[in-house]
């Protein structure tokens, strides 16, 4: 269950409008790594948490926190479109939704929400719930979790240097010590789980039914052998098992490819000796029409 409260988790109070920047303040909303998706995420992971009730406690916790923060922006949003489309009163007269295009608005903060903010990206595609990472093994989505962190901070912080408006920079100033925080925790729960059990994904899978021999190989597939320098193409594998090996010009290991000729009825390109489509007596000839 939920509660609401009428105050802000902080303060989202803009100096002046701006409904060009509204545009771009969707993106951490309903973008791909903005609030929507890590607040549908960490819920979704807390409901179909089946491990300690440590790990559900703590991911209701920070998903219950990121409905706060599309509170937040949505408001920011709904803020820097006060007053748009036009820039002064004397102008009002004009179309508004003609003065948002020239203006380079999202046409539709004017045409569909009424001047407030859509569950859209920065260009408005609509937030897509295939963002949603929640595969039920806490090692896999907390590692997706640090990798939205990531991202998402790097997002805000691009946004933070793209206005001089002291209320906007404020509000983001508070989300990006948010994803610090959210960072460091992702990590701190990963390297628990690592404690407890090995750092591959899934953990549980005999590692003995993989083809052990490429398991530690680094091949190089590209011109040059730069790669070579990384830490992942020599010393000790970080799971402990192994050690890494540099293949610098790695052969091929499987067969060519032969496919069959497909049968009359799919109508592909002809191979000389194969009976052409439509001609009696075919294997399709002998079978009843698909039916459509």
Not at 23 to 46: C, D, R, T
Not at 77 to 100: C, M, R, T, W
Not at 125 to 137: D, E, L, V
Request: aromatic fraction near 8%; glycine fraction near 8%; include cysteine.
């Amino acid at each position: 269950m939920f509660y609401h409260i009428k105050e802000l988790q902080y303060n989202a109070k803009p100096e002046r409008p701006d409904p060009v920047y509204a545009k771009k303040l969707q993106e951490i909303l309903g973008g791909q790594f903005g609030e929507m998706s890590v607040m549908i995420q960490y819920l979704f992971q807390g409901w179909n948490c089946r491990g300690e009730q440590k790990y559900r406690d703590m991911l209701l916790d920070i998903g219950t926190e990121e409905i706060a923060h599309v509170e937040m922006i949505a408001t920011m949003i709904a803020q820097l479109l006060d007053g748009a489309p036009v820039k002064d009163q004397e102008e009002a007269a004009k179309d508004p939704v003609i003065e948002a295009v020239l203006g380079g608005m999202n046409p539709q903060h004017v045409i569909v929400s009424g001047l407030g903010a859509t569950p859209t990206d920065s260009v408005g595609y609509p937030w897509n719930a295939r963002y949603t990472i929640a595969s039920g093994n806490l090692l896999a989505d907390f590692r997706a979790n640090l990798n939205a962190e990531s991202q998402g901070r790097l997002q805000v912080v691009r946004l933070y240097e793209s206005t001089t408006d002291p209320g906007v920079r404020d509000m983001l100033s508070f989300l990006i010590a948010r994803d610090t925080m959210h960072q460091n925790q992702w990590m701190a729960a990963i390297e628990e789980l690592e404690q407890n059990q090995k750092a591959i994904v899934p953990s549980t899978f005999p590692q003995e039914l993989e083809k052990q021999e490429v398991s530690y190989s680094f091949m190089n597939f590209s011109k040059g052998e730069e790669s070579a320098k990384g830490r992942w193409a020599s010393g000790p594998t970080l799971d402990g098992q192994a050690n890494f090996e540099y293949i610098a010009n790695p052969e091929a290991m499987g067969q060519i490819p032969n496919l069959n000729p497909s049968p009359a009825y799919i109508h592909g390109s002809p191979i000389p000796g194969q009976i052409p489509p439509g001609v009696q007596n075919s294997k399709y000839d002998q079978q009843p029409p698909l039916s459509h």
